[in-house]
């Protein structure tokens, strides 16, 4: 969420409903990216006002969209 909030900051909102906001998750376990997306809330992440937020991975099996959901 840290991360959401930061890039949040960065972009006007108009700015952000068109952005598609990636997220590093490449040193991530894919073991723990469940549990991670579990822990986010999609309210705030919805909040952040970006058209889409992705956990990107190695593989599309570890790449998971966080908002919308």
């Not at 579990?38 to 099996?61: C, H, K, M, N």
Request: hydrophobic share 45%.
């Amino acid at each position: 969420m840290r991360a959401i909030d930061a890039k949040a900051k960065k972009y006007a909102p108009i700015e952000k409903r068109k952005l598609l906001l990636a997220l590093d998750a490449l040193e991530a376990p894919g073991h723990a990216l469940e549990a991670v997306v579990q822990r986010i809330d999609p309210e705030r992440t919805a909040s952040g006002g970006f058209r889409e937020i992705w956990l990107v991975g190695l593989t599309p099996d570890l790449c998971v969209r966080l908002h919308p959901r």
